[in-house]
Every structure is written in structure tokens, then in C-alpha cells.
């Protein structure tokens, strides 16, 4: 089960230190995926990570077993082409002290996840010169969105980015935004939104409303931008026009939701 790290760089357009974790491992022809951004705490051997928001996840399913084996070693190699490091240890959930309850704020907002579709085939086709060139692009695009509707942003997650927002419909429309500017990069992008309650305590967030906003996100076909029913709801209908896309149960959820495409 190869698993790599990055420790963060800090950049003038990146907000703060994000330094990222990648697993991989095939079983059979079955090839799983798991990344994300992660806080690195301490040096050498009392060194320890967690993941700061839950990892993306990703099956790819093969017909036989040398595709699966090729696509692992190829990705890993890629990796280790981007300043990734093997990782010999656990990748740990962060879990709170009970004494820290008092801390915490909790937040009503709305969730935005984005993230390229077919990121991992584009990056083999064009090369890492291109296709760093292409992400650097990708990810001002979103922030200066997101900085023209007011979005918070939290983390980024390989090609993902995580924000906030106050007003559901100032999320939609930026996430509508992205959409059009990712056009001209000649990418396609897929966007879940969500709105709920999660906590706050300094610079972590804790909540279930990310974890179904990531899964909102991961039903998105290519160039779609879907919200859960809490996010429609939240709106008047004269806002924005949505289209039902069914009631749907997503991975890890208790309870199956109801989801709505945007529609322009």
C-alpha cells in the first residue's frame, strides 16, 4: 500500500502551508485511490500526520490485472516526479480533546467542492511542464472567483479546492463562474455544494456537512454543478433554476439525499 507526502511550500497564491498525502493500492484489477491535504506535526520519528479534512477517494476498476498494474506504477512514478516523498506511516484522523468542546464556534454556511474531471489522464497526456502550468492557471482562476463572491477558501486537495461561503447563492453563482473560466483553460470541472453546521476551533473544521458536500460533489457528471436539497431549499426560487436529479445515497451518508442540477 505505497502512500506519499508533500511537505507544503509556501506561495504567494496559495493561502498559507498545505502539504498533501497520496495513497494508492490495487487489488486485483481494482485500483484504489486516496488524497487529500494533511498537517504535519514534529520531525524524524515523533513526526505525525493527520488529515485536515476528510480525504477524496477514488476506485478505478480494470477488466484485467496488467492495466491495473501499469496504472499503479506509472502514477507512483509521477509522485515521485512532484517533490513526493514516501510515507512509511500511518495517515491518522485528527480527533479532539473532550476539553476542547468550549472552543469551539459552530458555523452555519455553504460548502463548495471543485475538482477536474479526469485530472490524473489529462497531467500523463500533456506532461508535468504543461499541465503545472495549466494548474497554476486552474487555481487562480478559482480564487479570484472566489475572492469576487466573497468564498472562503480552506484547503486544496490535489486538484480540489474546498471553500465556504455565508449566502447559498453567492456559492452557486461563483460555483457557476468557475464553470465558465475553467472553459477557456479548456478543462472541465464538477462542483458539489451542501449547506449545513460544522464546527471551528483556530485554523480546524470538523462536521458531517463536509463529508456530504465531498459526496455531492463526487455524483457531479463532467461540467455539472450539483447541490443537495439543503442548498435549494436555503434559496427563493426565482434565484437560480435547478433540476432534480434524483434522490441518491452517498458513500458514508446515513440518509439518502435529494439532488438538483443547476440549470442555465
Given at each position: ?218 455524483k457531479a457528471r463532467a461540467g455539472e454543478v450539483l447541490v443537495s436539497s439543503a442548498v435549494k ?32
Amino acid at each position: 500500500m505505497p502512500k506519499f507526502l508533500r511537505i507544503g511550500i509556501h506561495q504567494s497564491n496559495v493561502s498559507g502551508y498545505t502539504s498533501k498525502a497520496w495513497w494508492i493500492r490495487r487489488a486485483g484489477t481494482t485500483v484504489l485511490l486516496k488524497w487529500g491535504a494533511v498537517e504535519v506535526d514534529g520531525v524524524g520519528e515523533e513526526r505525525r500526520i493527520h488529515w485536515t479534512v476528510p480525504p477524496r477517494e477514488k476506485t478505478i476498476r480494470y477488466r484485467t490485472v496488467q492495466p491495473a498494474k501499469d496504472y499503479v506504477k506509472d502514477a507512483i512514478a509521477r509522485r515521485r516526479s512532484h517533490r513526493y516523498e514516501p510515507l512509511a506511516g500511518n495517515i491518522a484522523i485528527r480527533r479532539r480533546p473532550a476539553n476542547r468542546d468550549a472552543e469551539l464556534e459552530q458555523v452555519l454556511a455553504t460548502i463548495l467542492f471543485v475538482d477536474i474531471v479526469r485530472s490524473t489522464e489529462k497531467a500523463a497526456r500533456l506532461g508535468d511542464a504543461r499541465w503545472t502550468k495549466i494548474m497554476n492557471h486552474y487555481f487562480a482562476a478559482v480564487r479570484k472567483e472566489l475572492k469576487m463572491s466573497r468564498g472562503k477558501e480552506v484547503v486544496t486537495t490535489g486538484d480540489g479546492l474546498l471553500a465556504t461561503f455565508e449566502a447559498p447563492a453567492a456559492a452557486v453563482r461563483c460555483a457557476t463562474a468557475i464553470r465558465e473560466a475553467m472553459r477557456t483553460l479548456g478543462l472541465e470541472i464538477r462542483v458539489g455544494l451542501h449547506a449545513g453546521e460544522y464546527k471551528v476551533s483556530g485554523p480546524d473544521v470538523f462536521g458531517l456537512a463536509f463529508h456530504i458536500g465531498a459526496r455531492v460533489a463526487a455524483k457531479a457528471r463532467a461540467g455539472e454543478v450539483l447541490v443537495s436539497s439543503a442548498v435549494k431549499d436555503l434559496m427563493s426560487p426565482s434565484e437560480i433554476q435547478f433540476k432534480d436529479r434524483g434522490s441518491h445515497q452517498l458513500k458514508g451518508v446515513p440518509k439518502r439525499w435529494r439532488l438538483y442540477r443547476v440549470y442555465q
